[in-house]
């Protein structure tokens, strides 16, 4: 019989009617009907029990993929599905120890490091890239902006000085060489010597992330 639930899961079966019949006790497949008339988790065959699983917060039976991963857990995954542990999550952060420990951490090295490669996987996505323009045309953004122009003057116009001469060709575009770091296609030219008038065109030319590290150690100095 296991042989023949293995098969049918294989065919195609929806873990979904499985999951619907644990929770009202009726099914409404023929298969299950045929093999297994009443749903509890205590007589559920050991080739389902994959499948599905019981929160034991909101005591629901729910379908794996809605449990976190954790390889110390049974079946691979959490004990409490992931409404629930966001909903925890959610409460534990706004009660004051939660706050002080978030704070901590995001001041940390660690917490610095996950957040720009939180940040730079956002950017990539269309509601990044939606947010980003929105921001940008916002009047804070704007003000951002000429604030940036102020404070750094010499760096928008070593960066107009490459635009310019990439225009009439006396520098070639950035996507046809090669990082200077690394074997990967440039796609940015990086100031190595600063943005001061006599660097404006002292580039070499990088990919994104090697001008992401330069630009860090150029921070940390």
Known sequence: MTQRIHDRLNDGFDNEILVRAIRTGKFVD?????????ATLARMPKCLMKVAKKCSECKQ????????????GKYGCTATCKNCRN??????????????????YAQSEEGKIAHRKAFKKYARTEKGKTARKRYAQSEKGKVNQKRFYVHH???IKAKKAVYYSIKI???????TLLC????????????????????????VPV???????????????
């Open 30 to 38: 023929q298969f299950t009907t045929h093999f297994y008339p009443k």
């Open 61 to 72: 039976v729910k379908l794996i993929s809605e449990f976190h991963k954790n390889p110390d």
């Open 87 to 104: 909903a925890a999550m959610k409460a534990y952060n706004q009660n004051e120890k939660g706050k002080v420990i978030r704070e901590r």
């Open 153 to 155: 003057p010499n760096q």
């Open 169 to 175: 060709g006396k520098l070639p575009r950035p996507d």
């Open 180 to 203: 200077h770091y690394c074997p990967k296609p440039a796609q940015q030219y990086h100031h190595w010597h600063g943005y001061e008038p006599e660097h404006y065109l002292n580039v």
């Open 207 to 221: 990919c994104i992330p090697c001008h992401s590290k330069c630009m860090r150690k150029k921070e940390d100095e």
